[in-house]
C-alpha cells in the first residue's frame, strides 16, 4: 500500500519580495536562495547558479523554512548596480561546496576555488557589495545558511510568506505544486547543459583558454573581444572549438526540445481557454492550474536581453557563431512571447467565468 503525501509548506509567490532570502534546514547544511525578480529565487546548487520558480519550493516540516527580509533595502554599489543586478551577473556560475569547512561533513576543503560560490555564501558577498554586511565580524566566505537566521540586518516574515497545504484536504494545490516542480526541473538541466559546454570549451581551447571566465555568457563576451585584436584564424578557430563543444554537449538540441515543450504548454493554455469558455471546464481544477503555471513569460526579460546582446555581437563581429545564438534566442523570446499572451487570454477567460458563476 503508498503511503499517502503527507502536508507540505510551501511559499507563496504573491508574498515573497526581491532581497528575500529564503534559508532551508531540511539537509545537513542547508541551503539559501535570493529572490531577484518576482516569483524567481536566484540560488546556488549541484548544477550551477540558476533560477528557480519560488513556487516550486517547499518543505515537509514547518521549522525547515525561513525567509528573511532586509530591515533596510540594499543600497546600489559604486556602478549602480544592485544586489539583484549582481546575482544576475553570476548566473551560469559554479557550485562550490568549499565554504562549508564549518559544517558537520568530512574532507572538504577550507577555500573556494574562484568562481565557484556555496549557496550562502554568495547571498552575503552580494550585499556586501551593496552595503550590507549580514553578519559583521564572519568573512562571507563563512556565511553558512543557518547562520544567515541571526542576521542583525534582517527581519524574520516566515509567517506571512508560508502557505499550508494538506494533499486530503486540497488535493489540487498539492498537485500544483508537484507539477511546477516537475517543469523547473529544467532550470537545473539548463544549468548542467551550460557546465557541460563551457567545461567542453574550456578543454578544447587548452592553453590557450582564457582566465578569469567562469561561464558561457562570459566566454562568449571574451570570444566577441578577440575579434579585431588577433589574427582573423585564429578568432575563427576559436569559435570552431566553442561551437564544437556546443553541438558534441547538446546545446542547440536542449533548446530544440525546450521549444517543442514550449509550444505544447502555449497549446495547454489555449485548450484550458476554450474549456473555460464553453462552460466545460472545472473552475478549481483551472484554478489549481493557473497557480501552476502563474509564473509565464517571468523570463522573457532575460531572454530579450540575451537576444539583443547577441544581435549587437554579431553585428559587431560577424561571427556566425553569435548569428546562430540571436536565432536560438529569438525563437526563445516567440515562445515565452506565445506563452505569455495566451496565460494572459487563460486569465481573462477565468476571470468572465468566475464573474458569470
Same mark, same amino acid.
Given at each position: 500500500?503508498?503511503? =499517502?503525501?503527507?502536508?507540505? $509548506?510551501?511559499?507563496?509567490?504573491?508574498?515573497?519580495?526581491?532581497?528575500?532570502?529564503?534559508?532551508?534546514?531540511?539537509?545537513?547544511?542547508?541551503?539559501? @536562495? &535570493?529572490?531577484?525578480?518576482?516569483? &524567481?529565487?536566484?540560488?546556488?546548487?549541484?548544477?550551477?547558479?540558476?533560477?528557480?520558480?519560488? $513556487?516550486?519550493?517547499?518543505?515537509?516540516?514547518?521549522?525547515?523554512?525561513?525567509?528573511?527580509?532586509?530591515?533596510?533595502?540594499?543600497?546600489?554599489?559604486?556602478?549602480?548596480?544592485?544586489?539583484?543586478?549582481?546575482?544576475?551577473? #553570476?548566473?551560469?556560475?559554479?557550485?562550490?561546496? @568549499?565554504?562549508?569547512?564549518?559544517?558537520?561533513?568530512?574532507? *572538504?576543503?577550507?577555500?573556494?576555488?574562484?568562481?565557484?560560490? #556555496?549557496?550562502?555564501?554568495?547571498?552575503?558577498?552580494?550585499?556586501?557589495?551593496?552595503?550590507?554586511?549580514?553578519?559583521?565580524?564572519?568573512?562571507?566566505?563563512?556565511?553558512?545558511?543557518?547562520?544567515?537566521?541571526?542576521?542583525?540586518?534582517?527581519?524574520?516574515?516566515?509567517?506571512?510568506? *508560508?502557505?499550508? +497545504?494538506?494533499?486530503?484536504?486540497?488535493?489540487?494545490?498539492?498537485?500544483?505544486?508537484?507539477?511546477?516542480?516537475?517543469? =523547473?526541473? !529544467?532550470?537545473?538541466?539548463?544549468?548542467?547543459?551550460?557546465?557541460?559546454?563551457?567545461?567542453?570549451?574550456?578543454?578544447?581551447?587548452?592553453?590557450?583558454?582564457?582566465?578569469?571566465?567562469?561561464?558561457?555568457?562570459?566566454? !562568449?563576451? !571574451?570570444?566577441?573581444?578577440?575579434?579585431?585584436?588577433?589574427?582573423?584564424?585564429?578568432?575563427?578557430? $576559436?569559435?570552431?572549438?566553442? $561551437?564544437?563543444?556546443?553541438?558534441?554537449?547538446?546545446?542547440?538540441?536542449?533548446?530544440?526540445?525546450?521549444? #517543442?515543450?514550449?509550444?505544447?504548454?502555449?497549446?495547454?493554455?489555449?485548450?484550458?481557454?476554450?474549456?473555460?469558455?464553453?462552460?466545460?471546464?472545472?473552475?478549481?481544477?483551472?484554478?489549481? !492550474?493557473?497557480?501552476?503555471?502563474?509564473?509565464?513569460?517571468?523570463?522573457?526579460?532575460?531572454?530579450?536581453?540575451?537576444?539583443?546582446?547577441?544581435?549587437?555581437?554579431?553585428? @559587431?563581429?560577424?561571427?556566425?557563431? #553569435?548569428?546562430?545564438?540571436?536565432?536560438?534566442?529569438?525563437?526563445?523570446?516567440?515562445?515565452?512571447?506565445? +506563452?505569455?499572451?495566451?496565460?494572459?487570454?487563460?486569465?481573462? @477567460?477565468?476571470?468572465?467565468?468566475?464573474?458569470?458563476?
Amino acid at each position: 500500500m503508498t503511503a =499517502s503525501p503527507k502536508v507540505i $509548506f510551501t511559499l507563496d509567490p504573491d508574498k515573497i519580495q526581491e532581497n528575500d532570502i529564503v534559508v532551508l534546514l531540511d539537509s545537513v547544511t542547508g541551503h539559501a @536562495a &535570493l529572490c531577484t525578480q518576482p516569483h &524567481l529565487l536566484f540560488e546556488a546548487t549541484l548544477d550551477g547558479l540558476h533560477r528557480r520558480l519560488v $513556487f516550486t519550493t517547499h518543505v515537509k516540516k514547518r521549522d525547515q523554512i525561513h525567509v528573511r527580509r532586509p530591515k533596510t533595502a540594499p543600497a546600489s554599489n559604486a556602478d549602480g548596480l544592485t544586489v539583484s543586478d549582481l546575482a544576475e551577473m #553570476f548566473y551560469g556560475n559554479a557550485y562550490g561546496l @568549499a565554504t562549508v569547512a564549518q559544517f558537520p561533513l568530512p574532507k *572538504l576543503l577550507t577555500y573556494t576555488p574562484k568562481g565557484k560560490f #556555496f549557496c550562502s555564501q554568495i547571498i552575503a558577498k552580494l550585499f556586501l557589495e551593496c552595503g550590507t554586511d549580514l553578519l559583521p565580524g564572519i568573512s562571507p566566505e563563512k556565511v553558512s545558511p543557518k547562520s544567515l537566521l541571526q542576521s542583525l540586518e534582517l527581519k524574520c516574515v516566515t509567517d506571512e510568506c *508560508l502557505v499550508e +497545504i494538506d494533499p486530503a484536504k486540497q488535493p489540487l494545490d498539492y498537485e500544483s505544486v508537484m507539477e511546477a516542480e516537475e517543469k =523547473s526541473l !529544467w532550470a537545473g538541466r539548463e544549468m548542467k547543459m551550460n557546465r557541460r559546454v563551457f567545461d567542453a570549451s574550456m578543454k578544447k581551447l587548452g592553453k590557450q583558454k582564457p582566465k578569469d571566465v567562469h561561464n558561457l555568457r562570459e566566454l !562568449w563576451t !571574451w570570444l566577441g573581444y578577440r575579434v579585431g585584436r588577433i589574427e582573423e584564424a585564429t578568432v575563427l578557430g $576559436f569559435e570552431a572549438q566553442i $561551437f564544437e563543444a556546443m553541438e558534441t554537449k547538446g546545446y542547440w538540441e536542449f533548446y530544440r526540445q525546450m521549444h #517543442f515543450r514550449s509550444l505544447a504548454d502555449a497549446d495547454s493554455l489555449k485548450a484550458e481557454t476554450t474549456k473555460l469558455l464553453n462552460r466545460s471546464a472545472d473552475i478549481a481544477q483551472v484554478d489549481a !492550474w493557473l497557480r501552476c503555471n502563474e509564473p509565464a513569460g517571468v523570463t522573457l526579460l532575460k531572454r530579450r536581453q540575451y537576444l539583443q546582446a547577441f544581435r549587437d555581437w554579431h553585428s @559587431a563581429t560577424r561571427l556566425e557563431l #553569435f548569428r546562430l545564438l540571436a536565432e536560438v534566442f529569438e525563437t526563445m523570446v516567440d515562445d515565452v512571447e506565445t +506563452i505569455q499572451a495566451n496565460h494572459e487570454q487563460l486569465l481573462a @477567460a477565468h476571470t468572465l467565468k468566475s464573474g458569470s458563476a
